[in-house]
Structures are given as structure tokens and as C-alpha cells.
């Protein structure tokens, strides 16, 4: 992992630095130190009764956790700010591994799948998502999620990472530029598109070294394979944008949804898969490619049915999305019960006359399963933003969905705390251990019985500074 590059904002940069040694400036700078008494922690990346240490107690200073211990045995620094754990749960802050801030959920996010200009031009809801960042970071705090990879955008994305890192109440962010495409998507082109078609290898590295200069953490390739496209042709491309970004440290996240074109992207250097082969099952070669490049995957299992719910206008909040969505997001997620017939999309119509049956994702369940059993590191995300996947509390509608998959509890955590981490490339987070970066959500309920009970956030632990969910939504009413 530490060939990876790092998060890259001057300060993430100044936080490393301070890892592997005593007190850091900035948590002098802080001055402050807390302590949660009395609560059950739980450790991700361990198994069995491992996985949690009762009645225990966790000291933070500044913004990096201190110690953690046995209540009888962790003295509480004198002045230190209590908060009674008894009857709680400690975990990591979540991470979302797959998250684009330049689409805010809404039906007016994607023009390219179902054009609504005639009702929200599209220019005004890019300029809408810009100025609504401190609220959508507020969203991902309120639902425990304190770390976010936006997995490809415009390039304003790399502004959007400047602005997440001077906000407090954001989550740390991040990002990878346009997306280097197969397709082009013109109606998403403003000036600054987030998917640029690339047809040689040669135009993939140019575009790769344009997006170098704004310091990417990842570089994306949208692999869209029709009939008719040429393999060979297109595996040169995304090898191309490989070799580039591993020669400048960086990883290549690949979107590649069939088989033999996930299997393409792993030849050709994929290291982050961030979408589940959907249709097809998974077989060894690909279980065999993926060791290969110790590459990790993020299944992505309820994206498309958010499409297929908010296209035929059967989208309905989750009791999580009442309590934890960006209010004017909700608010909007039901225009087409009152927008003029002769505005509605021709598809989007038949979507509403016909609809189609909306089924569990199956396929890309049991794919998921097989990848756990393989040993394969899995990290849960969302694709939120996306039409009908909202950023924030859609992070538990897609862990519910791991566990169907049959994930336990344990291992859906630890693909949102532990293995996100690592998709960050970060050694910092993803645990609750001194020296890491106080970033942890208390519960009330206890997330190892049922993943439902992550929802259950009484406080949430962002860079040392706590927040309480509801506190954080009435702010941006
Ligand atoms: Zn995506």
C-alpha cells in the first residue's frame, strides 16, 4: 500500500506526516481531549470475538485517537470532555468508496439517460450541485460516513476536494478527474465535461497528464463495450491510462460491468473495479485476474435500481432517507407526480405507463459472496448521486443489499471501514486504534447483530469534532 499515492491536499500530506510520531502540531493546535467512557468498540478487521471489546474506554486528543483500553485501566486526562458510551457501539466512520458530488441524486442529474431540460436545464442543476456542496458534505457526515472517493467528475471535482478540505463539516474527499470514455456524452458537456470519449492510446495519455496536474488520487476509465467495438482497440486504451497513472503512483479505477470486459480492464491494470459485474456470473479467471493485480471491487448492488424506482416514478424514501437526505434533494424526488405530461421524457413516460418489474440484484449478489469467499477485498459504495441514489443515508440501502448478499454484519463494516481505507490508500483510517485519525460514529444499537443498526448514529466523529445527525440536517433546512 505504500507505493499508492496518499490523499494529496496539503493538509491530508501534514497529517501523515504526524503518523508515525508523537503529537502533531495540528492536534496541539486543537488543544482539545475527549473521552467516550463506558463503550463497546468495535474493530473491523478482526474476526470472531475480537470484533469487539466491551465496556472499554477511548481517549481523543485533537484530532487523533490516544488510547484505547479497558475502562478500569484508561484513566480519563483530567479536563477531558466525557461522553458516556455505556450502552453504545464505537465504530470507524464509514467510508463510501464510489460517490459523485457533480450529480445530486435528482431526477435533472443525468440528461444523457433522461433528458429534463425542458423542466431543469441542465446548466442549472450543475451550478445547483456547486453551490449545494456544504450541504451535500453535511449529508454524508449526518449519516456516519466521513470519507467519500468521488470516483470521476468534471474538473471542477478537483476544486469540489479543495473546498471539502476547508470545510469542517464535510467528509475528507477523494477524487478522480474526467472520466477517460469510450462514448462520448455531449449532453453532460458544458465546457467541463466529467466523461471525455479518448480513441487512441496516445489521446488516453494526454488526458491522463492534463488531469496530473490537479493531483488526482485516482485516474477513471468508463469501459463502455458495445457490439460492433473492438476489444483489442479498446483494452490499448485503458492500458495506456494504466501505465500512466502507475507511473505517476496512482491507481486506475476501471467502470467495467461484463465479464469479459472487467476481465479486459484487469489485464490491462486495473486496480479498483468500482461497479460488480452485473449480469454474468464470475468465474475463476476473474477471481484469478483480480489476485493478480491485488485489485479491489466495489459492488455498487443498488444504483441501477435507483434509476429504474426514480425513472417510473416509484421512488420512495427509506425511513434513513426521511431522517438523513439533503431536504430539497427528497423534496424533489417526486416532480413527476405533478410535471406537465409534455415534459416528460418519451422514455421516462413509458417507464411510468409500463412499470417494468424492479428486481433484487441477483446476479451481482451471489458475484459479491463468491468475491468475499475468494478473499477478494470488497468496499461498499454507492455510485450516490446517481438519479434515485442519494449522497448520504443511501449507504444503507446498499449494505442491506450486501447482506442479502449474505455478508455478515462484520464483513458489511468492514468493507465500509477497513477495506474503504485501503481503497484510499490510507493507513490512518478505517479503525479505532491510537495514532488513528479520530473519524468514528457512536451508535445506540449494535451494528454486529444487524446492519440496520448503522443507521443508528447518536454522534459522529469527524477529524476529532462531533456532530449529531439531526443537528446537522436542520442546519441546511
Ligand atoms: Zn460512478
Same mark, same amino acid.
Request: charged share 20%.
Given at each position: 500500500?505504500?507505493?499508492?499515492?496518499?490523499?494529496?491536499?496539503?493538509?491530508?500530506?501534514?497529517?501523515?506526516?504526524?503518523?508515525?510520531?508523537?503529537?502533531? =502540531? %495540528?492536534?496541539?493546535?486543537?488543544?482539545?481531549?475527549?473521552?467516550?467512557?463506558?463503550?463497546?468498540?468495535?474493530?473491523?478487521?478482526?474476526?470472531?470475538?475480537?470484533? =469487539?471489546?466491551?465496556?472499554?474506554?477511548?481517549?481523543?486528543?485533537?484530532?487523533?485517537?490516544?488510547?484505547?483500553?479497558?475502562?478500569? /485501566?484508561?484513566?480519563?486526562?483530567?479536563?477531558?470532555?466525557?461522553?458516556?458510551?455505556?450502552?453504545?457501539?464505537?465504530?470507524?466512520?464509514?467510508?463510501?468508496?464510489?460517490?459523485?458530488?457533480?450529480?445530486?441524486?435528482?431526477?435533472?442529474?443525468?440528461?444523457?439517460?433522461?433528458?429534463?431540460?425542458?423542466?431543469?436545464?441542465?446548466?442549472?442543476?450543475?451550478?445547483?450541485? *456547486?453551490?449545494?456542496?456544504?450541504?451535500?458534505?453535511?449529508?454524508?457526515?449526518? /449519516?456516519?460516513?466521513?470519507?467519500?472517493?468521488?470516483?470521476? +467528475?468534471?474538473?471542477?471535482?478537483?476544486?469540489? %476536494? #479543495?473546498?471539502?478540505?476547508?470545510?469542517?463539516?464535510?467528509?475528507?474527499?477523494?477524487?478522480? +478527474?474526467?472520466?477517460?470514455?469510450?462514448?462520448?456524452?455531449?449532453?453532460?458537456?458544458?465546457?467541463?465535461?466529467?466523461?471525455?470519449?479518448?480513441?487512441?492510446?496516445?489521446?488516453?495519455?494526454?488526458?491522463?497528464?492534463?488531469?496530473?496536474?490537479?493531483?488526482? #488520487?485516482?485516474?477513471?476509465?468508463?469501459?463502455?463495450?458495445?457490439? $460492433? #467495438?473492438?476489444?483489442?482497440?479498446?483494452?490499448?486504451?485503458?492500458?495506456?491510462? $494504466?501505465? =500512466?497513472?502507475?507511473?505517476?503512483?496512482?491507481? !486506475?479505477?476501471?467502470?467495467?460491468?461484463?465479464?469479459?470486459?472487467?476481465?479486459? &480492464?484487469?489485464?490491462?491494470?486495473?486496480?479498483?473495479?468500482?461497479?460488480?459485474?452485473?449480469?454474468?456470473?464470475?468465474?475463476?479467471?476473474?477471481?484469478?485476474?483480480?489476485?493478480?493485480?491485488?485489485?479491489?471491487?466495489?459492488?455498487?448492488?443498488?444504483?441501477?435500481?435507483?434509476?429504474?424506482?426514480? !425513472?417510473?416514478?416509484?421512488?420512495?424514501?427509506? @425511513?434513513?432517507?426521511?431522517?438523513?437526505?439533503?431536504?430539497?434533494?427528497?423534496?424533489?424526488?417526486?416532480?413527476?407526480?405533478?410535471?406537465?405530461?409534455? *415534459?416528460?421524457? @418519451?422514455?421516462?413516460? *413509458?417507464?411510468?405507463?409500463?412499470?417494468?418489474?424492479?428486481? =433484487?440484484?441477483?446476479?451481482?449478489?451471489?458475484?459479491?459472496?463468491?468475491?468475499?469467499?475468494?478473499?477478494? @477485498?470488497?468496499?461498499?459504495?454507492?455510485?450516490?448521486?446517481?438519479?434515485?441514489?442519494?449522497?448520504?443515508?443511501?449507504?444503507?440501502?446498499?449494505?442491506?443489499?450486501?447482506?442479502?448478499?449474505?455478508?455478515?454484519?462484520?464483513?458489511?463494516?468492514? &468493507?465500509?471501514?477497513?477495506?474503504?481505507?485501503?481503497?484510499? $490508500?490510507?493507513?490512518?483510517?478505517?479503525?479505532?486504534?491510537?495514532?488513528?485519525?479520530?473519524?468514528?460514529?457512536?451508535? #445506540?444499537?449494535?451494528? !454486529?447483530?444487524?446492519?440496520?443498526?448503522?443507521?443508528?448514529?447518536?454522534?459522529?466523529?469527524?477529524? $476529532?469534532?462531533?456532530?449529531?445527525?439531526?443537528?446537522?440536517?436542520? /442546519?441546511?433546512?
Amino acid at each position: 500500500m505504500n507505493k499508492l499515492r496518499l490523499g494529496l491536499s496539503m493538509a491530508a500530506l501534514a497529517l501523515l506526516a504526524g503518523c508515525t510520531t508523537a503529537p502533531v =502540531a %495540528r492536534d496541539e493546535a486543537h488543544g482539545q481531549t475527549m473521552a467516550i467512557v463506558g463503550v463497546t468498540v468495535v474493530n473491523p478487521e478482526r474476526d470472531g470475538a475480537d470484533a =469487539a471489546m466491551a465496556d472499554a474506554t477511548v481517549i481523543v486528543s485533537g484530532n487523533r485517537i490516544r488510547a484505547v483500553g479497558p475502562r478500569a /485501566s484508561t484513566a480519563v486526562p483530567a479536563g477531558a470532555t466525557r461522553i458516556d458510551g455505556k450502552g453504545r457501539w464505537l465504530i470507524p466512520g464509514l467510508i463510501d468508496g464510489h460517490v459523485h458530488f457533480f450529480q445530486s441524486g435528482n431526477l435533472y442529474t443525468r440528461p444523457d439517460g433522461a433528458d429534463f431540460n425542458a423542466v431543469m436545464p441542465y446548466a442549472q442543476e450543475v451550478a445547483r450541485n *456547486k453551490a449545494r456542496l456544504p450541504a451535500t458534505f453535511k449529508v454524508w457526515l449526518a /449519516s456516519g460516513v466521513t470519507s467519500v472517493i468521488d470516483i470521476g +467528475g468534471p474538473f471542477w471535482n478537483f476544486d469540489m %476536494r #479543495d473546498i471539502a478540505a476547508k470545510t469542517q463539516a464535510a467528509p475528507r474527499v477523494e477524487v478522480a +478527474g474526467p472520466l477517460i470514455s469510450m462514448v462520448d456524452r455531449v449532453k453532460l458537456d458544458l465546457g467541463d465535461p466529467p466523461i471525455i470519449k479518448i480513441e487512441s492510446p496516445q489521446a488516453a495519455r494526454a488526458l491522463v497528464a492534463r488531469e496530473l496536474e490537479r493531483k488526482p #488520487d485516482f485516474i477513471k476509465v468508463w469501459f463502455i463495450h458495445q457490439a $460492433g #467495438d473492438d476489444m483489442t482497440k479498446q483494452e490499448a486504451i485503458v492500458k495506456a491510462a $494504466g501505465d =500512466a497513472a502507475h507511473a505517476a503512483h496512482l491507481r !486506475l479505477a476501471v467502470h467495467a460491468t461484463e465479464l469479459d470486459v472487467a476481465k479486459a &480492464s484487469l489485464r490491462a491494470g486495473a486496480d479498483y473495479l468500482v461497479h460488480s459485474v452485473f449480469e454474468e456470473p464470475i468465474d475463476a479467471e476473474f477471481i484469478a485476474l483480480m489476485k493478480q493485480n491485488h485489485a479491489l471491487l466495489c459492488p455498487t448492488l443498488f444504483v441501477r435500481n435507483g434509476y429504474a424506482y426514480a !425513472l417510473s416514478n416509484r421512488w420512495q424514501a427509506t @425511513p434513513e432517507e426521511q431522517r438523513l437526505a439533503d431536504p430539497q434533494i427528497l423534496a424533489a424526488m417526486h416532480d413527476l407526480d405533478t410535471m406537465p405530461k409534455a *415534459k416528460i421524457p @418519451p422514455r421516462v413516460a *413509458k417507464l411510468i405507463a409500463d412499470k417494468p418489474p424492479i428486481n =433484487a440484484p441477483t446476479v451481482s449478489e451471489q458475484n459479491l459472496k463468491k468475491l468475499w469467499d475468494a478473499g477478494i @477485498p470488497v468496499v461498499m459504495g454507492t455510485d450516490a448521486g446517481n438519479i434515485g441514489t442519494l449522497h448520504g443515508p443511501s449507504v444503507f440501502r446498499e449494505m442491506a443489499l450486501m447482506r442479502d448478499a449474505g455478508l455478515t454484519p462484520l464483513q458489511v463494516l468492514r &468493507s465500509a471501514t477497513t477495506n474503504g481505507a485501503r481503497a484510499m $490508500g490510507r493507513d490512518d483510517l478505517g479503525a479505532i486504534a491510537p495514532g488513528k485519525l479520530a473519524d468514528m460514529v457512536l451508535l #445506540d444499537a449494535d451494528p !454486529l447483530a444487524d446492519v440496520a443498526n448503522l443507521s443508528h448514529a447518536t454522534q459522529v466523529i469527524k477529524d $476529532g469534532t462531533v456532530y449529531e445527525p439531526k443537528a446537522l440536517i436542520d /442546519s441546511i433546512h
